[in-house]
């Protein structure tokens, strides 16, 4: 029998001998994306890694330019939305539609304020002439040049890593529509439980973008 | 083999709450100046901070040993990758490569 999830059934496939199984598998197929999504970063962390061991002084002093209270504060804003995602998780275990959609709408915001907050921060580097390219400028012995690869590393990571965020803020949206129409209980809210995947996982990579980019070199200046 | 694990708000809240402390740690350790050990200690956090989002709030505690194989199994291959090349880069100097 395949047919679109429902209340009251709740949309056992035919392949499956049980909805235990089914959702082992699908908690299973997330974990293999995201470990090509931890391949796909572990790319960039690698070349930044390799960079930075390369031009210790110039990484340095571009990390300095960061503002890292404001780092810091969006980190605790990232951490604050797992928070309110795994009790979202936790409201569709017990099948509570009204809590499912507070704790999805508070991630949702907080996501959004995660986003403002770095393009505030995105926009202060076009203000200061630290994005990579012609108009570029930054005074220091090699930072005119090797500053660049700092800055083309620190926006290609935050860029994607914020493509994922504004990924997850569509996805949350698709689930509080699906809520609305009352698609998951608690025999059903493997949705739920994979996005929840999804942003925890994002969360992570912000775990360690932080301290690399913004802390690791404060102390030198 | 896992039956549904419904864990208290109360947990989340302390995971919740270890993780902002954590960030506050490896925020105000980062102005003093410990040499090399400044960045094992903001990866060392980071990785305390991995650890507790990945059991508690990914539910890797509670997932099947499939489950948790490939988890493991993802973070080797990123070790291979990191490893592998930083050996390379940090060792091409001893020869004059």
């Known amino acids: 029998m395949i047919s679109e999830p429902h209340v009251e059934s709740p949309a056992l496939r035919e392949q499956f001998n049980s909805a235990e199984q089914q959702k082992d598998a699908s908690s299973l197929g997330m974990w293999v994306f995201l470990i090509t999504e931890v391949m796909f970063f572990g790319g960039m962390f690698l ?3 390799v960079y930075r061991s390369t031009y210790p002084a110039v990484f340095g002093a571009a990390s300095r330019t960061l503002n890292t209270t404001i780092g810091a504060l969006n980190t605790a804003v990232l951490l604050c939305s797992s928070f309110t995602m795994v009790l979202a998780v936790r409201a569709g275990q017990l099948g509570r539609r009204k809590q499912i959609m507070v704790f999805l709408i508070l991630t949702l ?3 959004m304020v995660f986003l403002g907050v770095k393009g505030y921060e995105w926009n202060e580097k076009f203000q200061e002439h630290h994005v990579p390219g012609p108009s570029f400028h930054m005074d220091g012995p090699g930072l005119q040049d090797h500053a660049q690869l700092f800055f083309s590393l620190y926006f ?4 994607l890593h914020a493509l994922h965020m504004v990924v997850g803020v569509g996805l949350l949206s ?4 699906q809520n609305q129409r009352g698609k998951f209980s608690a025999a059903y809210y493997t949705p739920i439980d994979m996005v ?3 942003w925890h996982f994002v969360d992570i990579i912000w775990i360690y973008l932080f301290p690399l980019l913004y802390l690791i070199d404060r102390h030198g200046g | 083999m896992t039956t549904e694990h419904v864990d208290s708000v109360k947990t989340y809240a302390i995971v919740w709450i270890a993780l902002l402390i954590m960030t506050a740690l490896t925020t105000s350790v980062a102005y003093f100046d410990l040499g090399r050990f400044n960045v094992v200690v903001a ?6 901070k ?12 509670h997932s099947t040993k499939l489950t948790k194989l490939v988890v493991l199994g993802g973070l080797l291959w990123l070790a291979i990758l990191l490893v592998l090349t930083m050996a390379d880069f940090a060792t091409r100097s001893w020869i004059g490569v």
């Open chain 2, 43 to 48: 990866l060392s956090i980071a990785v305390c």
């Open chain 1, 156 to 159: 290609a990571m935050t860029g």
């Open chain 1, 109 to 111: 915001i907080l996501g």
């Open chain 2, 50 to 61: 991995m650890l507790l989002v990945a059991l508690f709030f990914m539910h890797v505690r």
């Open chain 1, 47 to 49: 070349a930044y890694s």
């Open chain 1, 196 to 198: 929840g995947l999804y």
């Open chain 1, 174 to 177: 698709f689930l509080l529509y």
